[in-house]
């Protein structure tokens, strides 16, 4: 079964850093995209980003471009997003998801991250 | 940055009933325009790509139209499942959510 599978819930204070993973099974991890989606509380999506394990080829969204840092292992089939300095405002479930069936739309989702940035 | 823009906000429906969510573009997608649901608690699901191509395993009830700026989502007759938030999603041009329509019990 062809699945993402996401590092679970993290409470972070604001200036910490913190990496999340999304581990790919089941599929052929260097070919396809994989984006990472937020969703603030009670808010809709967006995609912040999103990486080609094949060769690394990492793009962004205006909005999140020096916020995060997306990176791929391909050796561990994981996919990666990362904050060196964690504001309140991160506070937010993060997805993963793939277009794997279907071209250029995310039809394979991870279970989701939980960040809660609090003092 | 391409802008979604959906409507209503919320629509409050019986089951057995029809309903057609909307969704509009900034500009032309052309008809790269996909719709999701998401339940709470869940990620979300594909149901449409192709702005009317179900995904697979979507039942024959949803169905979507259009394309250019204007698109629709119809679910024919609401079974108690589909109660749900819905997001169109434009990938003409990078990718950008709608706000989401909540579908509720009325």
């Known amino acids: 079964e062809v699945r993402l599978v996401q590092s679970g819930a993290e409470v972070k204070k604001p200036g910490e850093s913190l990496k999340i993973s999304c581990k790919g099974y089941?599929?052929?991890?260097?070919?396809?995209?994989i984006a990472w989606v937020r969703q603030m509380p009670g808010k809709g999506l967006e995609l912040m980003g999103i990486?080609?394990?094949?060769?690394?080829?990492?793009r962004y969204s205006p909005s999140f471009q020096g916020q995060v840092t997306i990176s791929a292992d391909m050796s561990l089939r994981t996919t990666y997003l990362q904050w060196s300095g964690l504001k309140a405002s991160d506070t937010a479930m993060y997805y993963c998801?793939?277009?794997?069936?279907?071209?250029?739309?995310?039809?394979?989702w991870g279970q989701g991250t939980m960040v809660t940035v609090s003092s | 940055e391409i802008v979604m823009t959906q409507s209503p906000a919320t629509l409050s429906v019986s089951p057995g009933e029809r309903a057609t969510l909307s969704c509009r573009a900034s500009?032309?997608?052309?008809?790269?325009l996909a719709w999701y649901q998401q339940k709470p608690g869940q990620a979300p699901r594909l149901l449409i790509y192709?702005?009317?191509t179900r995904a697979t395993g979507i039942p024959a009830r949803f169905s979507g139209g259009g394309s250019g700026t204007e698109f629709t989502l119809t679910i024919s007759s609401l079974q108690s499942e589909d109660f749900a938030v819905y997001y169109c999603?434009?990938?003409?041009?990078?990718?950008?959510f709608g706000q989401g329509t909540k579908v509720e019990i009325k």
């Open positions: 998801a793939i277009p794997h069936y279907a071209p250029d739309v995310f039809d394979i």
């Open positions: 990486i080609f394990p094949g060769d690394s080829d990492t």
């Open positions: 192709g702005a009317s």
């Open positions: 500009q032309s997608v052309s008809s790269n």
């Open positions: 089941e599929f052929l991890y260097n070919s396809y995209w």
């Open positions: 999603q434009q990938y003409n041009n990078w990718w950008t």
